[in-house]
Structures are given as structure tokens and as C-alpha cells.
């Protein structure tokens, strides 16, 4: 037992673990995390066996690529931010199947190999890979960059609607205009902003009733007192009878809308004021 | 190093993989399946990298199965592996991501092989 086999064994349990919680997590962004904690693990086991560059490719291209591009499509399609119930089907025909084939392979290795002691090569740098690369496999580096483009084209072509898709026969003339933005169409949030709007229309109306009673209780004290004030100033002074009905005959918020009838009088003699 | 703990690891997550693919119904999940088991193969492919070469010491190779001079060739294979897993992610999730601007489903049970809309344009 070696520095290096418990180095493997730690890294080896991580990433059976994490992988246990990515196939078996209700969460669909925990698995997609889960699946970073495995890959890393999986990295790690890499650089324990000596192959540099592929323990940094691992990294930039699944931890920082694959897994934020699942993590991408996982937002895009809207999944639910809570556990999903309607995740998985029935467990025992796959738990078989997978427990076969894991007990199947792990039998056949165990006993290919059995605990027979192995010299750890010298780690491999990137220049022998590169050399490797560009020297015997050459031919399938090219392939395979050819791969990738076409790879790039149809993940364009297929994302987008426009190209390539070749109209019905028989459907009617195409809809005109944007397509229907997430908002418009989806009755859940229209019955949510219906219900939000309700809701506001309510309180409204409750704050303008509570701001009318209000006014109208203290429209009553001042009403006493105005009125002594208006009897005093009628006996003394004309004009002030012209002020003062036009103040009466104001409108006043909350209340019924003002007659027009007692309006006209009072324009003209405001304008004598 | 007993090497018989990466392949062990390497078959237990192989097998993980088998089950997530038999067992999830959402697409994005499914993917996450195949890339652990993606990642399965490519361990083995390292671990015999490192092994097999310092098991076969003696063995006098034919000179056509040795083009360099030190043949190693199971780390170039996990490259090219990691090269093949990127582009399958890409594509499938943008066919993910067209069949839910189609449907509104991510569910794999939910699609219909046998109608044939494909034609169909659609925003």
C-alpha cells in the first residue's frame, strides 16, 4: 500500500460516490454539481497515473465546458429549482442491468489483475504528447478536428428554425412577427399576473376607502367649526360669502364628483375676485 | 501501485453510467450518464497507458505496431475521447434544447418517434 494506491483509493471513492448522487439526485442542478465533484476526482486519478495534459484537459474542457453547457441547457428548458418528482422510472430493471454490468466488469478486471504490484512510469509531459499527436496519429487528429466542425455546423443548424427547415405543403401561410415571448404564452403566469393584479386592485381600493373615511371624520370637526367661522363672516363681510361657497363647492377627493350646476355660478365670481 | 483500483473504479462508474441512462427520464440527465461513463473509458484507457507498457518490458514488439519510439498511445486516446464526448454534449443538448422549443418536454419517454412533423416550422 503505497502513497499512490491511497491517493487512488480516496479519489476512486469520491468519484463513485458523486457519481452515485448524479444518477440518483431529485435535483437536476445537484446532479449537474455532482457531476463537476466526480470529473474533478476522475482528474485527480489522472495525475496519480502519470498523465499530465490529460488531467488539465479533463478539467478545462469537462469541469469548465461540458458540465456548464448541461448546466445551460438545464436553465434554458426551465427545469424546476426544487426536487422533480417525475424524474426517474421504475428503479429495478435498471439497478439489474447496471449491477450486472458493474458486477460483470469488476469481476473480469479483478481477476485480470488480481493485486499484482505495477511500476508507475515516469509522469508523461506535454512534449511527448504533442510529439505523439503530431507525429503517429496525425491522420485521426485530423478527423477528428474535421469531426468538430461538422460537430459546430449542426449544433448551429439545428438551433436554429431558419435555416434548412423547408416549409409544409400543407400548413397555411406563415405566422408574421416574433414568436411569443415565455411571458405571453404560458397560462400559469398569465393566471399569476392576473392574480397579482387582483390582488393590488384591492389593496388599493381598501387604502383609497380607509383615506376617504378619514377625511370624511375630520371633514365633519372641520364642518363644526368652519361653520361658526362662516356664520361670523357672512354677518360681517359680503365677499367673503363668494370665498367661501366657492370653497364648499370644490371637488373633494374620494367624494361624489362636484355638480356642474354649482360650478357655474362660481365662475364668474371668481374671476370678480 | 496495484492498478487494479482504477479499473475497479473505472467499472463501478461504468456501471453508474449504465444505470443513470436506464433510469432518468430527462434528457439533460441521460447526457450526465454518458459522460460518467465516457469518463469510465477514459480511465482505463489511462490506467492501461501507464501499466501495460511496464508489464511488457522483454517483449520484443513487431517494428509496424511501434511507429515512436515510445508508445504510450492510451493518453492520446483519452484526448481524442474528450474531443468526441465535447461534441456529442454539444449537439445533443441542442437537440434537446430544440425538441423543448417544439414540445415544452425534456421527458425522453414523451417523444413520439413514429409522427413525422419534423417539417413543421416552428418560431
Not at chain 1, 25 to 35: K, P, Q
Not at chain 1, 177 to 184: Q, R, S, T, W
Not at chain 1, 196 to 209: C, G, N
Not at chain 2, 12 to 41: P, S
Amino acid at each position: 500500500m503505497t502513497v499512490a494506491d491511497a491517493l487512488m483509493l480516496a479519489l476512486g471513492a469520491i468519484a463513485v460516490g458523486s457519481g452515485v448522487f448524479v444518477v440518483t439526485s431529485t435535483h437536476l442542478v445537484r446532479a449537474g454539481f455532482y457531476l463537476v465533484v466526480s470529473l474533478g476526482a476522475i482528474a485527480g486519478l489522472y495525475l496519480v497515473l502519470g498523465a499530465e495534459l490529460v488531467a488539465w484537459v479533463q478539467i478545462l474542457v469537462y469541469v469548465g465546458a461540458v458540465v456548464v453547457l448541461m448546466l445551460f441547457a438545464v436553465m434554458l428548458t426551465r427545469a424546476p429549482i426544487g426536487p422533480s418528482k417525475d424524474l426517474d422510472r421504475p428503479a429495478l430493471p435498471a439497478a439489474l442491468i447496471g449491477g450486472g454490468v458493474g458486477l460483470g466488469l469488476t469481476v473480469l478486471l479483478v481477476d485480470a489483475f488480481r493485486w499484482t504490484e505495477f511500476e508507475l512510469p515516469p509522469p508523461g509531459t506535454g512534449r511527448r504528447v504533442g510529439e505523439q499527436i503530431f507525429g503517429a496519429w496525425v491522420l485521426p487528429f485530423e478527423v477528428l478536428s474535421i469531426l468538430l466542425l461538422a460537430a459546430l455546423v449542426g449544433a448551429i443548424v439545428l438551433s436554429r428554425p431558419d435555416i434548412g427547415a423547408r416549409p409544409d405543403p400543407n400548413a397555411g401561410p406563415e405566422p408574421e412577427g416574433p414568436p411569443p415571448g415565455p411571458v405571453d404564452e404560458s397560462e400559469e403566469v398569465v393566471a399569476r399576473l392576473q392574480r397579482i393584479a387582483e390582488r393590488q386592485a384591492a389593496a388599493q381600493q381598501r387604502v383609497r376607502d380607509q383615506r376617504a373615511a378619514a377625511e370624511r371624520a375630520e371633514q365633519a370637526e372641520l364642518d363644526v367649526v368652519e361653520g361658526e367661522l362662516v356664520e361670523e363672516a357672512r354677518q360681517t363681510d359680503p365677499l367673503a360669502d363668494v370665498v367661501l361657497r366657492a370653497h364648499e363647492a370644490r371637488p373633494k377627493p374620494g367624494g361624489p364628483p362636484p355638480e356642474p350646476k354649482r360650478e357655474l355660478p362660481g365662475a364668474p365670481e371668481r374671476e370678480e375676485d | 501501485m496495484h492498478v487494479v483500483i482504477p479499473y475497479v473504479v473505472a467499472a463501478l462508474l461504468f456501471a453508474l453510467g449504465v444505470y443513470g441512462v436506464l433510469r432518468r427520464r430527462n434528457a439533460i440527465l441521460v447526457l450526465m450518464a454518458v459522460e460518467l461513463m465516457l469518463n469510465a473509458v477514459n480511465l482505463i484507457l489511462v490506467a492501461a497507458d501507464s501499466t501495460i507498457k511496464s508489464a511488457l518490458t522483454g517483449v520484443q514488439p513487431e517494428a509496424w505496431a511501434n511507429p515512436v519510439p515510445e508508445p504510450r498511445a492510451g493518453a492520446i486516446f483519452a484526448l481524442f475521447v474528450i474531443v468526441l464526448a465535447a461534441a456529442e454534449v454539444g449537439v445533443g443538448l441542442a437537440i434537446v434544447l430544440q425538441y423543448y422549443r417544439l414540445r415544452r418536454a425534456v421527458i425522453l419517454d414523451d417523444v413520439e418517434l413514429y409522427r413525422h412533423d419534423h417539417e413543421r416550422v416552428t418560431g
